[in-house]
């Protein structure tokens, strides 16, 4: 599972509309293992092949930076994944996203956008033994400040 705050859900879908008609992308950092990761931080990336319609390649360059700044701070955050937008608004993996994938332990997010609107938003990982993605679930913690207050009588 993906424990994902609202506002870094809302910073995947604001870059995933920013970039439409071209795909967005960027780096998901977390900690955590196994069936619950808390994800920390979201930085979008630039597109490499944002003039390429229905593709993405995330500036390698940015991911080095990225796991430089890490390791120098060493906590315990780290890569948990990536996200991307598809322009047909499926948020479900596409035959490219399988022939690109190559890291088990990461989650795939993918936020669905049609005409500028993005409509859905799944998270993936790989199955390796499968060859195949598998959903995992994303939970959005409830604010306790948006809570009604009790009110007294």
Do not use: Y
């Amino acid at each position: 599972m993906l424990q994902i705050d609202a506002a870094l859900m809302k910073l995947m879908v604001d870059a995933a509309e920013t970039a439409w008609p071209a795909e967005a992308c960027g780096l998901i950092v977390g900690r955590g293992k196994g069936q619950l990761i808390r994800v920390t931080r979201v930085e979008p990336a630039a597109n490499l092949l944002a003039d390429t319609p229905d593709r993405f390649e995330l500036d390698p360059a940015a991911r080095i930076r990225l796991e430089m700044e890490l390791r120098e701070r060493g906590g315990k955050d780290r890569i948990v994944g990536h996200f991307h937008s598809h322009t047909d608004g499926t948020a479900e993996p596409s035959a490219t996203d399988r022939a690109m994938a190559f890291e088990p332990d990461h989650a795939w997010v993918i936020v669905g956008v049609v005409e500028g609107q993005a409509i859905q938003t799944l998270a993936h990982r790989l199955d390796e033994k499968r060859g195949n993605f598998r959903p995992v679930p994303i939970r959005t913690p409830k604010k306790t400040a948006c809570a009604n207050p009790s009110v007294s009588a």
